[in-house]
Structures are given as structure tokens and as C-alpha cells.
């Protein structure tokens, strides 16, 4: 049975540039279920990322309010946040950021105290093909490599929640598929829930949910009916 | 529509607001590197300047030769020798002060009054000259005026060889003979117990039975080398008047220890603040091009746009000047009114007839344009790299030098450290050159520290060698004459129940080879235990030979065993060939000791004693004046614990002052260097320490990272900028060193904990100032950016 993990109602965020006002995300309504995949699309500006953003907390909406788990969100201070992040939430970003001078397997080892019941940084990094390259620094990794170490760094503390920016980016379609196998993986094996951001229509065809946005606001909701697995996506 | 240079101006303006923190930093760096230089040369060329007018105002004579008489008719015959300009004779005496309810011995020193325009004048400060035919009317030196409140109006009895005057102080005086007022018996100078007289002749002539003569001959030559020339045959004519020896003005207590002072002041003004001024120098520099560098992108898309590089140029360097301009003024200001500050104190010490302060354009020009031309060099060095890319390159951000596996990481110590800790070490080594910019900007922040404070320390211990160690009695009775050995128990019958040393102090001249040098020779007795001298043993061809100070012999080029030719001076000199054969550590004075054997035999004479070193019960005090009424021969006493709380005073006034501002400058410049390296670490890593935030790592957690990096550079820094401090420390007091006064090199255990805490204080002050940055870091746009 499947519960509300993350609850959103009338999200708006607003920034002010001198008189005039951009909204980035305005009266954004969404649930998240525990161990679902849902996958946002967009055009840059659409406000997906900072849609993400609020939901891993990195930011703090204008208006409207943030549920985890009926835990109010919105009301906690920075470093109550932080805790959130610390335990629940894993973050995949579009450029990687690992620490470049910590080894692949520092980097994960770095995070693996921070969950409630972490696998072992050798786990992440086996999980990810990745234990023959853990003493390489981040430099000496290929982009795909680098990504799939943010993935390991991510999961290490099975976090409730993966939220995953843009993750194929800056990556070229085989890689983009390895690491997209991976958080599949990551997905099916611990029942995380992941919120994944693209503007790559073929990626959504491994949501169980898809996200449309534009102009800071959702447009459409809608169930993948098509799933596939992600070795079987092209683009 | 705006011009192109009202925009370009605008956005200086508005980078240059954003950049205040650093701006005020370099700032403050600079205008202390500035103020010290331009209070040290203001201060010392007003003070060169005032004695060069003092002694041309008061015709200072070149020479002065003490006579035992000389009828003032044949004074008029000396003229014509070759090389002497102008001649003129004088009388001189010594007695003393008595002034109500003082029992301490004052000593005075009575000079005939000179005539208008003639050698040694005097300038009158305040009253009046007294008039022709009174003889009761008197100049006194300001400097005992002042110390014992007395003006002009007021009567004081003194007594001249044993007769007692009422004198009338009908005004005060500066002469600049006494600049330096000092008697002989002690070389620190106490305004309270030394005074200087300018009385009327006839008042000497009486006293010093010298009707129609004077004792004391004044001469000024043609020029240094014709009057050098011309002593053979001025010695040959005074003969016959008791000649004994001339005192070139080189030699003459007041200019001797003024020209030491200036000599050592000279060092101090290069060296000093030339060491501040290098190590604001390398910061402007290289703070300067790091600065630059944060602007290397707004640079390449302004010439993406087709903007000129002369015109980019142009911008920078007015950015730069916009961070260095408020400094340079500030440093000005600064140092032009401590030079003023500076130039007060020493004039209270020193003091000139004639004073001109005036503040040194000249080093001010100089050391602005050299701030200015160092950090411009570090702008343009940084544009030239910047301009060296392409505009293409130059437009995305900078590669970080990427980490790769070094020796640093097969080391199996490494993999027990923290995380932490081995992300902050391989940091450090990932950069290099920041990373040993920064340590060296800590060395020589924690150097100037052990630097600037060392001096108290060192005259501590100078003061606990020569009056705790050294010197042991409590005073020293000096008797005008030596007495035969058997009167010592008579004159002990006077003292008391302490410890009473005899010994035997004389002003020789030493002679080795070509160079001469003015001496105390001390003789000693072998069981003397109120006196000691520190000495370093050496090899030599006898023992029985002279043991002279290692200031003088280092100065003299004297390695013992060396022959030296000794004469006394007195009124009979007795010349001997002897040897050198010790060397002592002896910190003040230039002395020279002979074991008292070796006197009695060297010199052929019988045992007596000049001086008595007496150790009082309890630390009492003696009544002076009632034992110089008791024993006739005795010609003062002096007491240790005035000595050393004179020249303790001295120090405070003269050092400390100087010490207390290198000590302001040294704590500013070490702020400056921690808070602009913390501010570029922090720069450098931010990117860092926004993804651990994002990734759920506490705001004390970061903290901990970041200052884990600057206290390992702190900790990497204190060992060699001790060692650096202790370095410039002997190059210092190498330049500064007298034959009369040297300053151990002995930096104790607190100068070294205190720079250490001093430095720990400025990382835990700048983490404090810091801290909101790290508090307010943003992960959010730096998170969306490719590294």
C-alpha cells in the first residue's frame, strides 16, 4: 500500500528584481507516493528546477506550503532542513559535484554516516560497477563514471527520496542510459521514490508518472502508460 | 545617452562596493606598511635636522682640551696656527646641589657664561640673561629645571670646591653641548641629579683660585681634516699648561651618545618598517592579482564585446587604485602625525635649542609610489594572464587544477585521518602556490610579531644581566682621587653593616694598531663578589692580560690574543704594551678589566681604590650629602636602583614607543594577512561547501571544514615565522649595535606563546567575521553551474 511521501499545495515562489516580480513557480499543487518514479518536463524557464529545488529543500517557497510525510516543511529553520536533507533526501545533480579532492570511494563514504540504514560505500560503488575505479579522484573519471559515483554518493544512505536535476545533461545517450539503468536500479531494489527533472521527452518513458511545466506552473499530470525500461530508451 | 566611460566607471564603482572587505583590508595593510615608514624618516630627519641647527645656531665647538690654567692673553696666540679657526677659553667646575629636604648627591657642572656669539652659547628658553655685574645671577639647563619644577626668579644653594653660593636663576638654558645631559659617573642621564651651570666667571676664577686663566679651551677648525693637523702642534704650545688630552666633539658625552642614538635610530628606520613595508609590499601584490582574477570573466566578455585591452586595463587599474588610494591617504595621515607623535617624545629627551620638525615629502612620495607601483604590478601581472587566454576560454570559469593521485595518498597514514582532514591536506597541495602564498603571508605575519614585541623582553633581560647579575651592589661611592688601600676600613666605618668592595676605576685609551677607542679599565680584585663579569674564555698566550668588552674588540677587529697599547688619562699618562686575552659579555658600557695583580704590576704601582661598591643591609638608602661632608675625598654616589629605574624610563620613553607602534602595526598586518586569505580560501571553496550544505552537512560542520584548512596553514606557519622573527631580530639588532649598548638576540618562551596566541586570536577574529559567509552560502546557482 502506497502512501503520500511529499505533499505540496499552492506552491508559488516569487523574485523580486528591483519593482518588477518573476514568478519561478506559481500555486503548484503536487503529491509525491512513497517508491514512485515521476519524471518533470519542461523547456529552460519553465521552473522545474526550482520546483526541485523546494521539494529537496535547497529553497524555501513564497507561498504555499510542504508536507513530508504530514510533517510541515515550510515552517523549519535551515538547520532543521538540513537534518531532512542529511537523512531522507539524495540529490543527483546535472555536473556531478563531487568533492574533486576526495576519491570516488571517499566521496561516498562521505555521506554513508548520514542515513538511517546505510549500505556500505563498497555496496553503492559494486552496485554501480564502479569498486575497481573507488581510487580514482573525480578528475580521472569519464562523465559517465563521475555521474554514477553521484549516484552511489546518493543512495549510499538509502534516502526516502532521490531527486535527480537533470542527470543525463551533460552526458551522451549510452552513458545518459547507464546512469538512468542506475537510478532504475536504485528505484526497483529499495523502493525509493524519485523525482527525476529533464527537458528530454524519451526519458519519460520510465516514470510511472509525467510532470509537464511551463511557465512556472504545472500544465498537465499524466500516467506513463508506455513504461519502459531505461536500456531500451533512445534518443 | 551615457557615455561608455560613465558606464565602465559605474561598474568599477559598483564591483569596487562589492569588494569592500577586501578593499578595507588591503587598505589597512598598506596604510600601516606606509605609516611606518614616513613616521621613521619624519621623526629621524627632524631629528638630524634639529641637531645640525642646534650646533650651528650655537657655534658647537669641534674640540674642547681640558688645561690645568692658561692666562686668557695667550688664548689669543693660538689662533694663528694653521687650521684652527676660532679658539676660545673657558672655566669649568664640578660641585654640588643642595635642595631642601633631598638627600640624594646632586651634581652640578659650572661653565663661565659665554659671550655673545662665542663658542658653545647657549639659547635661553626662558627669564633673562644675567645682568653684567651681577654675580649671584646664574643660567641653569632647563632639562634640571623642568625636572625639579624650578624657574627662572628662583635661588639655589650650590657649593663650588667646598665653598657654598646663593645663585639667583635669572634664566634657563639649552646648549648644545648638553643635548645629551648626562654627567660621567653614570651613562644614563637623570635630569634630577645632574645639572649644568652657566655662572659668572669671576665666581670660577675665585673658587678654582684662576684669576686672568681659564681651565678649558674651546676650538673650532677650518675644516675636520686641517684641525686634525693641527693638534701636533696645539699639544706642543698647551703643553706647558697642563695639557693631557683633547675631547673632539666625537668623543663628548652628549653628542657621543645623541650620534649612537641617531646611528641606531637610522637602523631602526630602514630596517624596520623596511621589513613592514616588503611584507605589505608581497601582500598588495599578490592579493592584488588573486583580486584580479575574480574578474576574469566580466574582463573576457567586455572584450567578446570588442573592447579594447588598454581600455580593460584602465579599469582594473582603477579598481585597484579605488582598493589602494583610501590606504595610501590613510597611511599618510597616519604616519606624518605619529612622525609628529614620534618627534614630541624624543624632543623631551633630547633636548635641542633649535627644533625642526618637519615631515619628509620626499619618503612619502617614495614609499606611495612603491604601494602603488607593487599592486599595480600585481593587477597588470594578472591582467597579462588574463589577456593570454583566449576570449573564448577566458568566458567560461577558470579549470580548477584537478586532483590527481600523488605520493600524498600512497601514504598509509593518510588513509587513518578523517575525511575532513584529508580533503583540507589534499586542498592544500592540490593548489600549491595559494596554499605557500598564504603560509608565507602567515610566516611573515607571525615573524613580525616576535619581531615587534621582542624588544621588551630583550631590555628585560639586559636590565636583569647588568643590574641583577652583573652589578650587585646597592651604590657605588666614586672618590675624586685614589685613596691608598689602608683608608678602606676608615671610609667602611662610615657606611655600616653591609658589604664594602674596594676597587680602582680609570678612563684609559686603548690603542690597537691604527684605531683608538675611549675605555673604562676596571681592576679587580680576585674575591670580588658584588661584580661580576661574564667571560668567555679563550685561548691565550698568557693569562695575565686584559679582558676587553666583545662589543669594542668585534668593532676594533680584536681577536685575542692580541697586543694593545693602554695609556691612562690623567694628568700624568702612563703608557703600557699589553695583551687582550678575554673577551666579556658585557651588554652596556665599554670597559675594559684587568685582575689586580696584574695592574700592580703592569702599571708599577701600589694598591688603591677610586670606587667602592657597597651593598647595603635591607636596601637602605644612604644619606649622601652627610657622607660627603664626612669623607672628603668622596665625589658622589650613585645608587643602582636609580640607575635602573633611569634607564628603565628611558627605554619606556624611547624604545617603547617606537616598540608599542611596531607592535599595533605588527597585530594589523597579521589581521590583514589572515582575513584576506581567509576570504580567498573561502572563495576558492565555496562551490565546495555549497554542495555539502546541499547534501545535508551542518553549518558547524562546514565551519569545522574550512577552518580545518586555515589552522593546518596557521599550524604549518608559527614554527618558521618564529624562526624568521628570531632571523630579522639579529639582522636588527646586528645594525643597531653600539659599542656601548647592545640588545641581546634572547627572545624568551612568552615572546614566542605570545606571538603564537596573537596569530590563533587573528584566525579565531577573522573565522568570526567569515562566519556569515558561510552562514549565507548559496548552493543554488553555484549548483546549476558547470565546475
Redo the contacts between chains.
Sequence with gaps: MTEVLLEAKGLGKRYAFGETFVDALANVDFSLQTGELVVVLGPSGSGK?TFL?IL?T??RPTVGTLNYKNELMTEKT??EL??????K?G?V?????L?????AL?NV???ES?GESAMSSEDALRRLNLWERR??????LSGGEQQRVAIA?AIVKKPALLLC?EPTG?LDVSTGVVVLQAIEEVHHDFGVSVMLITHNVMIAGIADRVIHMSGGKITSIEKNLKHMLARDLQW | MVKLEQLLARKTWREFIKMLGPALALSSVMAVGLASLIMSQGNLKSLLRSQKLTYQNLNFADALVPLVRIPRTTVHFLQNIEGVQRIECRLTESGQVQLPREERQISARFHSLPGMGSLNNLKLVEGRWPKANALNEVILSDAFARAWNLHSGDSIRVTIKGQGFHFYVSGLGRSAEYIYQTGSAVSMPDDKLFSVWWIHPRILEKTSNLRSSCNELLVKGTSARQLELAWPELERRLKAFGFTQYIPRARQLSHYFLNSELEQLKAMSIYMPGIFIAVCLFLLNITMNRVLMTQRETIATLRAFGFARVILAIQSVGLSLACLLPGAAAGIILGVWLSKKMFAIYVLFYRFAYIDYRSDPDSIVASVALCIATALTGTLWGLRNIFRESVAQALVPAI?Q????TIL?SLPLLRRLS?TL??SL??LF?RPFQSGVTCLGLILATALLVFARFEEYAIQQMLDQEYRISQRQSHSLIFSQRLPISSLKSVESFLGHGIAEASLVIPVSLKFGRAVRELTLVVKNPNEALRKIDVIPVKARNNHGLTLSKAVADKLGIVPPAKVVITTRDRFPVHVTTWITQLSENLMGTIVTVESDDFLKLFNTSASFNTLLYKSPNQESLNANRLLSRIPALLGISEKDFEKRAFEKTMAENVGIFRNFMIGFALLIAMGVLYNNARIQFSERER?FA?????????AELTILFWTDFLLLTSVAIFPGLWLGKRLLMALMAAIETEVFRIPVIISPQSYVWASAMLLCGVLLTALIIQPRIHQIS??GI?????
Design positions: 528546477s529545488n529537496g535547497l529553497d535551515d538547520e538540513c537534518a531532512f536533507r542529511r537523512e533526501v540529490l545533480f546535472q555536473f556531478y559535484n568533492i574533486p579532492s576526495l576519491t571517499e563514504q562521505l555521506i548520514h581510487n580514482h579522484f573525480p578528475s580521472e554518493r536535476d551533460a | 580548477p584537478h586532483t590527481r593521485t595518498d575525511l584529508r580533503m589534499r586542498n592540490r565546495e554542495l555539502l550544505r546541499a547534501l545535508g552537512f551542518f553549518e548552493f543554488l549548483l546549476k553551474t558547470r565546475e
